[in-house]
C-alpha cells in the first residue's frame, strides 16, 4: 500500500517564524502536492512538483515556497508566517494514474 | 482551473438508507474521482470514473457521468454509520500534469 507520512499533526507557531512542513512517500510517484484546505473552501492547490527539483505554482502560492530535493520528500516552506496561514495542510502524490494518495494532514496554527 | 461543485453541501440519512451527491463541473475533463475524507484526516480515493465512461461500480458505491451535463453522483447504498464523512469530486484536465480541481465537499452524517 502507497503510504504518504506528514512530519506533525498538529503544529502551533508564531507570526514571522519560518515553517517547515514535511512530506514522504513511499512508492516512487513522480508528482507530489501541497494543498490548503478551509472550512467552505474545499481543498485548493498550493504547489505541486512532478519531478526531483522541479515545482509548479498552484493556485495560491503566494507566501510559500517548496523544495524537492530528493523523489520522495516534499517539502512546504512558509518564510515568515501569518495568522491566515492558519490551516490544514495536505499533502498527496500519485504516478501516471491520476489517483492522488493523501497523508494525514498537517493542522497549523499561527498566533 | 475548473472546479467540482458538490450538491448539496449536508446529508443527514438513516443507516440503510441510500445517500446520493451530486457534482457539476465547467470544463472537458479526462476523468472525474471521488475521495472521502474522515473527520480531521487526510483524503482516501474512493472511485475513478473515466470521461468515455457512463457509470462505474465499486462495491456499495455507484458513479455515474453525464459529459453531456457536465455532472456526475456518487451512490452510496445500504448506509452504514462508518460512512459518516465528508465527499469531495474532484476533476482531472486533459492535460494537466495530473492536477485535480477539488469541489467543496459534501458532509454526509449516518444515523445509527
Known amino acids: 500500500d502507497v503510504k504518504v507520512t506528514q512530519s506533525s499533526r498538529y503544529l502551533v507557531k508564531r507570526t514571522g517564524e519560518k515553517v517547515f512542513l514535511e512530506c514522504v512517500q513511499d512508492?516512487?510517484?513522480?508528482?507530489m502536492f501541497w494543498y490548503r484546505q478551509d472550512p467552505g473552501l474545499g481543498l485548493r492547490l498550493i504547489y505541486f512538483s512532478y519531478d526531483v527539483k522541479m515545482k509548479e505554482k498552484g493556485d495560491i502560492p503566494e507566501g510559500y515556497s517548496v523544495s524537492r530535493e530528493k523523489k520522495e520528500r516534499f517539502s512546504l516552506i512558509l518564510e515568515s508566517a501569518s495568522t491566515n496561514q492558519t490551516s490544514m495542510y495536505l499533502c498527496?502524490?500519485?504516478?501516471?494514474?491520476?489517483?492522488?494518495?493523501f497523508g494525514p494532514g498537517t493542522r497549523l496554527t499561527v498566533t | 482551473s475548473q472546479q467540482g461543485e458538490e450538491d448539496p453541501q449536508a446529508l443527514s440519512i438513516q443507516e440503510g438508507e441510500n445517500a446520493t451527491m451530486n457534482c457539476s463541473y465547467k470544463?472537458?475533463?479526462?476523468?472525474l474521482q471521488w475521495y472521502r475524507q474522515n473527520s480531521g484526516r487526510g483524503l482516501v480515493h474512493l472511485i475513478l470514473i473515466r470521461s468515455n465512461e457512463r457509470e462505474k461500480h465499486s462495491g456499495r458505491l455507484r458513479v455515474t457521468l453525464d459529459t453531456s451535463k457536465k455532472s456526475s453522483s456518487l451512490l452510496i447504498t445500504a448506509s452504514r454509520a462508518a460512512d459518516t464523512a465528508s465527499y469531495f469530486c474532484a476533476t482531472a484536465a486533459y492535460y494537466g500534469n495530473n492536477r485535480l480541481a477539488f469541489g467543496k465537499g459534501n458532509q454526509v452524517v449516518v444515523i445509527p
Open positions: 498527496a502524490s500519485t504516478s501516471d494514474t491520476y489517483e492522488q494518495y
Open positions: 470544463t472537458s475533463i479526462n476523468n
Open positions: 512508492m516512487d510517484h513522480e508528482n
